[in-house]
């Protein structure tokens, strides 16, 4: 994660006006990305969804090898240039001398990555890891009520060794150093409780913990985000890509593409 600033003659300018705050909806969804790695990084052991594709048919094996090698040798760059070009063969309008961006390279190193595992497993029998520690890790936030059992699941949050070796400790620290906050989305009654809503947790959480790091209240920053507009009228919309800047459109995007183009 990479540390965010303003400058000073902005921030005096900010502090400056009287009156409520302009929402940064823009700082707002980069939180809201941070912390929704962070979560997923914590209940399922990676920062963002698999979706394991099954491996392309009519391959011999010693031909999924060979492709299994080159994929390997990829760099996340190489994979999204694969990508768009595909998809330009595919008949969509896509802008080839286009650079990247970050949100591009970070979700085309998850497509090359979820691309590689599933031709691997087609010679290694697929192996289930139960993920005891980090969901019984995340079953405790979620369902914390005083702060002395949140403060232990940010602990032990904190120690996972994926978490340390990722840098990922400041953000069960900024849990704790804003307790309050986080207790009292969970007493919302917007708070998913459903069985089968824990997604849609994850969700909640980051958006409204993105909310207290951008300085809004988390239910201004969940409404906010949850209602935010994915097109022209939008306040990410790209008008040079002709898409929203949102890493949630993103993440579709790389998805819709991945799909396409699995098994290139």
Same mark, same amino acid.
Not at 151 to 170: F, H, M, N, T, Y
Not at 182 to 198: A, E, H, I, Q, T
Not at 205 to 211: D, I, P, S, V
């Given at each position: 994660?990479?540390?965010?600033?303003?400058?000073?003659?902005?921030?005096?300018?900010?502090?400056?006006?009287?009156?409520?705050?302009?929402?940064?909806?823009?700082?707002?969804?980069?939180?809201?990305?941070?912390?929704?790695?962070?979560?997923?990084?914590?209940?399922?052991? =990676?920062?963002?969804?698999?979706?394991?594709?099954?491996?392309?048919?009519?391959?011999?094996?010693? *031909?999924?090898?060979?492709?299994?090698?080159?994929?390997?040798?990829?760099?996340?760059?190489?994979?999204?240039?694969?990508?768009?070009?595909?998809?330009?063969?595919?008949?969509?309008?896509?802008?080839?001398?286009?650079?990247?961006?970050?949100?591009?390279?970070?979700?085309?190193?998850?497509?090359?990555?979820?691309?590689?595992?599933?031709? *691997?497993?087609?010679?290694?029998?697929?192996?289930?890891?139960?993920? =005891?520690?980090?969901?019984?890790?995340?079953?405790?936030? =979620?369902?914390?009520?005083?702060?002395?059992?949140?403060?232990?699941?940010?602990?032990?949050?904190?120690?996972?060794?994926?978490?340390?070796?990722?840098?990922? =400790?400041?953000?069960?620290?900024?849990?704790?150093?804003?307790?309050?906050?986080?207790?009292?989305?969970?007493?919302?009654?917007?708070?998913?409780?459903?069985?089968?809503?824990?997604?849609?947790?994850?969700?909640?959480?980051?958006?409204?913990?993105?909310?207290?790091?951008?300085?809004?209240?988390?239910?201004?920053?969940?409404?906010?985000?949850?209602?935010?507009?994915?097109?022209?009228?939008?306040?990410?919309?790209?008008?040079?890509?002709?898409?929203?800047?949102?890493?949630?459109?993103?993440?579709?995007?790389?998805?819709?593409?991945?799909?396409?183009?699995?098994?290139?």
């Amino acid at each position: 994660m990479e540390p965010i600033s303003i400058g000073w003659h902005s921030l005096a300018q900010i502090m400056g006006k009287r009156g409520p705050k302009p929402v940064d909806v823009g700082l707002l969804n980069v939180w809201d990305f941070e912390f929704y790695k962070a979560f997923h990084q914590l209940r399922d052991g =990676i920062a963002l969804p698999a979706r394991n594709f099954p491996p392309p048919s009519g391959f011999s094996a010693s *031909e999924l090898r060979v492709i299994l090698a080159r994929l390997k040798s990829m760099s996340p760059a190489e994979y999204w240039r694969v990508q768009q070009q595909m998809t330009s063969e595919f008949g969509e309008s896509v802008n080839l001398e286009q650079a990247p961006t970050k949100l591009d390279i970070e979700f085309a190193d998850r497509d090359l990555k979820e691309e590689i595992y599933s031709l *691997e497993r087609t010679f290694i029998p697929r192996k289930i890891h139960a993920q =005891i520690q980090r969901r019984e890790i995340w079953n405790d936030l =979620i369902q914390a009520k005083t702060y002395a059992a949140l403060r232990k699941a940010c602990e032990q949050w904190g120690k996972l060794s994926d978490v340390r070796a990722s840098g990922l =400790i400041p953000f069960p620290e900024h849990i704790y150093a804003n307790a309050r906050r986080f207790l009292s989305m969970k007493r919302n009654k917007r708070f998913p409780r459903s069985n089968y809503g824990d997604d849609a947790r994850i969700d909640y959480f980051a958006r409204g913990m993105a909310g207290v790091l951008v300085g809004v209240s988390p239910m201004t920053a969940i409404e906010r985000l949850r209602n935010l507009k994915h097109g022209p009228e939008g306040v990410l919309w790209n008008e040079d890509e002709r898409r929203c800047g949102c890493w949630r459109c993103h993440l579709k995007n790389s998805s819709d593409v991945g799909r396409r183009t699995q098994g290139w």
